[in-house]
């Protein structure tokens, strides 16, 4: 059993699937244009690693050509069991969230959960130099003028997306972990870490250019938070026989009961 992850997003170039972080973990970007692409690079992995289990993870204005990924792939590889998985983050954050998953299980019910809930206790953000090109959050026409005249904002991703000043602060806990897509030194990355006091903090490569992504200059960001245990599997599923570690299989969507489980 063996679980990779395909990040997708609309700031993310056309062309063959990216890997991200290392080659050797099977989390790969692509633009929400390239189901074939996705579907060449799974059977890549297939023929390596013996890839099972795919999840296609985007944010929820992609979602739906996530979905259609992860359809192309299921009916065209009947060996690979093919999910999406939609939530409110930038793409560094979906990408973070997959490959400290991927880290822990390669069982693709686990990732799943587990990218779950890695998301849910993350912030993840930029920081932009301007906001006028920005469409998920608008900015309010006040916001819209600060930055004409040169103030940079940073924007969060979460369920509830928010412009705030570039000089907001966010709390941090024990064990937190800032990850940021460029260079520790470079202007940006500094104004950043001075308003997250993380424990830790990594420069990673970046998902997106976000002049592409945001229409502006900027970094993107995310704040891990520390975990409680990780999921344990009960069973498989009576369909595809992934490992689960809820009722409903995050594979097929097929609900697996304790006695059909372990029969
Ligand atoms: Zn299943």
């Known amino acids: 059993m063996s679980a990779g992850v395909v990040v997708i997003d609309r700031g993310i170039p056309d062309g063959p699937v990216a890997p991200w972080l290392d080659p050797n973990t099977p989390i790969g970007l692509a633009s929400p244009r390239q189901g074939p692409e996705v579907l060449t690079w799974s059977r890549a992995w297939s023929n390596g690693a013996g890839l099972t289990d795919l999840i296609v993870l985007s944010r929820p204005r992609d979602g739906r050509q996530a979905r259609g990924i992860a359809t192309l792939v299921a009916g065209s590889r009947p060996g690979v069991a093919a999910t999406a998985l939609v939530r409110h983050a ?53 916001q819209h003028l600060s930055s004409i005249l040169g103030r940079a904002k940073t924007v969060t991703f979460g369920p509830t997306p928010a412009v ?11 064990g937190s972990t800032l990850l940021m897509g460029a260079g520790l030194e470079t202007p940006e990355a500094v104004a950043v870490r001075a308003r997250i006091e993380a424990e830790h903090v990594y420069a990673v490569p970046p998902v997106v250019e976000c002049a592409d992504a945001y229409g502006s200059r900027g970094i993107e960001f995310v704040l891990l938070s520390q975990r409680s245990a990780q999921p344990t599997p009960w069973g498989t599923c009576r369909i595809c026989r992934t490992e689960i570690v809820g009722h409903v299989c995050p594979m097929c969507r097929v609900r697996s009961s304790r006695a059909e489980s372990a029969a």
């Open 90 to 142: 930038n793409p560094l954050g979906l990408a973070a969230a997959a490959h400290v998953a991927l880290s822990e299980t390669r069982s693709g019910s686990v990732a799943h959960r587990l990218i779950d809930e890695i998301i849910s206790l993350s912030v993840s953000g930029a920081r932009l130099a301007r906001v006028t090109g920005l469409e998920d959050p608008q900015p309010s026409i006040w």
């Open 164 to 174: 705030l000043p570039a000089g907001h602060t966010f709390a941090t806990g024990p």
